[in-house]
């Protein structure tokens, strides 16, 4: 076994080492931008790419669409690791630690990693996905595999990753939030390419997250939202935004660089919006709600804080059934082949998750 491990490192070392010094993408630079990424990465001119704009008015309202369960969102200490890949700052999970299911999602996807998304400051937008037309400062996405895929090949599938994507907006006058602070804290250790640190942070995910409403959110089928591409992701893109205040995160916009040596500063690291192309974007049973008065909370099959004030719902039946106005159908699994590989990857993490996850 361990041979085995050693070959497909060695093999996932040379990949990578290949695909640097030939495929590199970037971000503001025009000879790697987005504009290019088609050139070396040819899934990037699919037609099921991320983000997109989410325009309220078109979305179809879907009952199926409720809930989801988080298992070990509410448990602290399970983010291991906080990563500058060149491309964006990641945290990451505990193998197998947290998962999520129900949702809409067919499955069980469990959490490998977080990372952001900004722009040149913290009054210029840098969000992935846009709401009518809007915006926010930054992104933030929760990458999850699905369970019984190996990591490095939930790329290949149509339903292989379920991202969680939360908007977050950046105010001058909100108190600073504790736990935001201590992400954005290391960033000063990891200002190179390359750089990880373990992450110091004592918080769970639900820490960061249970200000949103996570009931309310829209769903549609898209892409990873850097090279390759791959057309593998289930997105969910929630309604309401994260508040911060804007010096909790200067870090981003000073503290990581693409290129140290050449002062060249990590910055406005998202990729426009793609064509639609027809797909269905897909509302929540939450956001088709008439009584404003009732909220549908999430469930959470562990024991949290939050059980205390919000009532479990009841699980929706997967798949759902087709008796509303619209159907939402989950993708069925499909198998895609000649996946190119990984382009930026640093060779100082765990190979296999390096060649999925520092794609992101
Ligand atoms: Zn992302």
């Known amino acids: 076994m361990e041979t085995i491990k050693v070959i497909t490192g060695i093999v996932s070392l040379i990949t990578l080492t290949h695909s640097l010094s030939h495929h590199e993408f970037c971000y503001q630079d025009p000879s790697c931008g987005p504009g290019m990424w088609v050139t070396y990465f040819p899934k990037c001119n699919g037609t099921h790419q991320s983000p997109i704009d989410i325009d309220t008015n078109s979305v179809q309202h879907n009952q199926s669409l409720r809930a989801f369960n988080f298992y070990n969102y509410n448990v602290t200490g399970t983010i291991t690791d906080i990563t500058n890949n060149g491309h964006t700052v990641g945290l990451y999970f505990e193998d197998g630690s947290v998962k999520i299911s129900a949702g809409g999602l067919n499955g069980h996807y469990f959490a490998k990693q977080l990372h952001f998304h900004w722009g040149n400051n913290s009054h210029s937008p840098g969000s992935e996905h846009t709401l009518n037309g809007k915006q926010y400062s930054i992104s933030m996405h929760i990458v999850h595999t699905k369970d019984g895929y190996p990591t490095a090949e939930a790329k290949n599938h149509s339903d292989g990753i379920a991202v969680l994507s939360f908007f977050i907006k950046l105010v001058d006058n909100k108190s600073e939030d504790a736990h935001w602070k201590s992400i954005f804290k290391p960033l ?161 993490l765990l190979l296999p998750l390096a060649l999925f996850l520092l794609a992101r």
């Open 188 to 348: 000063k250790n990891i200002s190179e390419p390359g750089q990880s640190v373990p992450f110091p942070g004592r918080f769970s995910l639900m820490d960061l997250i249970s200000g949103v409403d996570l009931t309310k959110y829209y769903r549609y089928d898209g892409s990873l939202s850097s090279p390759g591409c791959d057309e593998a992701v289930v997105w969910t893109v929630f309604r309401e935004h994260i508040v911060l205040n804007a010096s909790v995160v200067e870090g981003l916009y000073h503290d990581i660089y693409v290129n140290k040596t050449d002062g060249k500063k990590l910055l406005n690291n998202f990729r426009p919006t793609m064509a639609r192309n027809g797909r269905a974007v897909w509302a929540s049973a939450a956001l088709n709600s008439t009584s404003n008065g009732t909220r549908v909370t999430t469930s959470e099959p562990d024991t949290s804080t939050r059980k205390a004030t919000q009532p479990k719902t009841t699980a929706t039946p997967y798949p759902p059934k087709p008796n509303t106005t619209s159907t939402y159908t989950p993708r069925t699994t499909t198998v895609r082949s000649g996946s190119s590989g990984l382009p930026l990857a640093r060779l100082s």
